[in-house]
């Protein structure tokens, strides 16, 4: 500690504008082993649809994700796998459905069909870098994808979340959220006491005449 901080003196410069966000991360992991193609592609679409909010949240955008899934170094004697792959978008985009075809395809480029002694996968995952601001996301001269509509659908769909709680509507491919057979499971979970005032105490008394 320093004299001036001693003195009461501030010592670090106040940030009037909080810094960007530089990346974002979407992982889980299972509630059971994964050994189903489909199933995966199921939880890396709801990583992607999640991975949009987040970025819609902070108005900034992404033109590659890192996806990637691996087995669980706890399970001894099960074969391992670990992959990962960077997957590069035409044009930064916040929208969930291009981060989900974006997600597929890193499933599709690394999955490998299962044998005798099948791969069991119990994390997923999409991981990016070089956020920028959508409204200076550079654009494509051919293709370009129309964001009004994009930003319109998202919005909506945001909304309907924001007011009938997350998972009420969702991309199809990302799966009804109470049918996820992969779903982390919370049920050992410590009560969120300063977040959720539903999970709080509660106190009452009685008073006598």
């Known amino acids: 500690m320093s004299v001036n901080q001693l003195r009461r003196r501030s010592c670090l410069p106040l940030e009037i504008v909080p810094a960007r966000r530089r990346g974002c991360a979407v992982t889980r992991r299972f509630s059971t082993r994964i050994t189903q193609r489909d199933v995966l592609e199921q939880a890396v679409a709801a990583h992607a649809t999640r991975l949009g909010e987040k970025l819609r949240r902070d108005g900034l955008a992404v033109s590659a994700v890192t996806v990637f899934y691996h087995t669980s170094e706890h399970d001894r004697g099960d074969p391992m796998r670990s992959v990962s792959t960077v997957v590069h978008m035409p044009e930064a985009t916040d929208d969930s459905r291009h981060l989900i075809q974006a997600a597929l395809r ?100 009685a008073l006598e005449a």
Request: hydrophobic share 35%.
């Open 106 to 205: 890193g499933v599709e480029r690394t999955w490998k069909e299962q044998g005798p002694s099948p791969w069991r996968y119990s994390k997923a995952g999409l991981v990016t870098t070089d956020l920028v601001p959508l409204d200076d996301a550079p654009r494509p001269l051919f293709d370009a994808h129309d964001r009004e509509k994009s930003g319109a659908l998202m919005a909506a769909m945001d909304a309907c979340n924001s007011r009938f709680g997350r998972g009420a509507v969702m991309p199809a491919r990302a799966g009804l959220v109470e049918k996820r057979i992969w779903s982390t499971k919370f049920e050992m979970r410590s009560p969120r006491f300063t977040t959720r005032l539903s999970e709080g105490s509660s106190v009452s008394a």
